[in-house]
């Protein structure tokens, strides 16, 4: 039998929005837990620098997650890390997650499990690879970098590249065409500084003395392979929401994200949702941050008037 | 936790463990954090299994004597030799099998 813990919120995934969720659910005199299926500190731990976080005007990503995560234990909240969520239960008056060790339950949740971006596979890894124009691209004022993905966010972040001051784009889509629209297509390729090729995938990259120097690109309709020199490679290959653990068991938008009300509340009561799970345009640490004090706020007043 | 090698002692510590696992990491490298926590559980999963680190960027010559050019490395260490090596991550059941099955 695995040790039964009951607690006022739980709350599911310790990036940003988790770890605001649980100061403010401390704060709030609640019990909480937080459930996480990696390390704390979510999909910031794999972000170099932060430069857009109110008080520190440049910090490593893990550092300010490390402080983060500093101030929750501060509070007391307990905290399972590399911790497998074998079974949610959202339904009913007092919601269940079963992990690999213990079996949690309170009435309320927030789910905060964020979301993952499609990775780019090569057979070789380095530093240079990036899923965010945002966060990564200022370093490349200057320089050339090679985007991949042909869809709408690969075309939009790459202009946002542009405008940074990158010197030239390589874009490549494996399939036959660019799915962007077309005025995004247009305006790109109308800076003279993008080229883009179609039925071309990423093979290989060339790194030297632990610095990227070049992608192998091969053209899939003719075999065709060369080398082009790049700094850096942004890979936009999409994003997916981490939502298998409640998929079946609260509204989601067709994208698969969780359309919250404006209190971060979801479809079943007592479950709220916070961060980048949300359906929402912007997804940033600041707006991950404020979902996660809206999502506390929130269960505090559905457990208060119960 | 982790009994933490140096390029001074890491041959000597290796030689006279039993039975273990060495991570091999980084600092600030979130894949060596979670596979640091994996350690910790499999370390209650297998009590008798001696559990060391080894920081590439302090000691890289120790790290590339032993194969590992990435961070975050496991090797897993039976009679003083390393016996697999497996890089990248893990949960702690697969890293449970990968030690039983070593
Ligand atoms: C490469 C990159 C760089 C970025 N740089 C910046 C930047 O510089 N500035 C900025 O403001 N924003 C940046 N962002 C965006 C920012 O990281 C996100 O908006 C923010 O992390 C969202 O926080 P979150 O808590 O909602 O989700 P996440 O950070 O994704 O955290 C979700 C957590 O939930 C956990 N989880 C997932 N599934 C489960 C489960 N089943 N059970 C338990 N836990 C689970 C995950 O392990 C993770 O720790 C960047 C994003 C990327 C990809």
Redesign the pocket.
């Known amino acids: 039998m695995k040790p039964e813990h009951h607690c006022d919120c739980l709350i599911?995934?310790?990036?940003?929005?988790?770890?605001t969720a649980a100061i403010y659910a401390a704060r709030a005199k609640l019990s909480a837990v937080i459930?996480?299926?990696?390390?704390?500190?979510?999909?910031?731990?794999?972000?170099y620098?932060?430069?857009?976080?109110p008080s520190y005007p440049s910090i490593h990503?893990m550092e300010l997650m490390r402080r983060m995560r500093a101030h929750v234990d501060g509070l007391g909240v307990p905290v399972e890390e590399v911790?497998?969520?074998e079974r949610l239960d959202l339904a009913g008056k007092v919601k269940t997650a079963e992990t690999d060790e213990a079996v949690y339950r309170a009435p309320a949740v927030i789910l905060?499990?964020?979301?993952?971006?499609v990775a780019l596979e090569t057979p070789t890894e380095c530093d240079q690879v990036?899923?965010?124009a945002?966060?990564?691209g200022a370093p490349y004022a200057g320089k050339r970098v090679l985007v991949a993905g042909g869809g709408n966010s690969a075309f939009d972040e790459s202009l946002y590249l542009l405008s940074l001051g990158v010197a030239h784009v390589t874009l490549i889509e494996v399939m036959p065409r660019f799915f962007a629209a077309a005025a995004a297509q247009e305006a790109l390729f109308a800076s003279g500084k993008a080229q883009g090729h179609t039925e071309t995938r990423l093979v290989d990259l060339e790194v030297t003395g632990g610095r990227l120097t070049a992608a192998l690109l091969e053209n899939t309709a003719t075999g065709e392979t060369w080398r082009e020199p790049v700094d850096g490679v942004f890979a936009f290959l999409g994003?997916i929401p981490?939502n298998?653990?409640f998929a079946e068991q609260i509204e989601l938008t067709k994208a698969g994200y969780i359309p919250a009300a404006v209190d971060m509340a979801t479809s079943l009561p007592g479950v709220f949702a916070?961060?980048?799970?949300?359906d929402k345009p912007f997804?940033?640490?600041?707006?991950?941050v404020a979902?996660?004090t809206v999502a506390a706020l929130s269960a505090e007043r559905f457990l208060r008037g119960r | 936790m982790l009994q933490e090698m140096t390029q001074a002692d890491y041959r000597d510590v290796l030689a006279a463990t039993q039975a273990g696992v060495c991570i091999v990491f980084k600092d600030l490298c979130p894949h060596c954090a979670n596979m640091e926590k994996v350690l910790e559980k499999f370390g209650r999963l297998q009590p008798g299994a001696v559990l060391l680190g080894l920081d590439i960027q302090k000691n890289p010559d120790a790290a590339a004597a032993l194969g590992a050019e990435r961070a975050p490395t496991l090797l897993i260490i039976r009679n003083g030799a390393i016996i697999r090596k497996k890089t990248g991550l893990l949960n702690p059941k697969e890293l449970l099998a990968l030690y039983q099955e070593a």
């Open positions: 599911l995934g310790g990036g940003p929005a988790g770890l459930l996480e299926s990696n390390i704390t500190g979510g999909l910031v731990n794999s972000t620098i932060v430069e857009n976080f990503g911790c497998a969520v905060a499990t964020g979301r993952k971006p990036h899923h965010c945002i966060c990564d994003q981490n298998a653990l916070a961060g980048d799970i949300v997804r940033q640490i600041t707006t991950a979902d996660g």
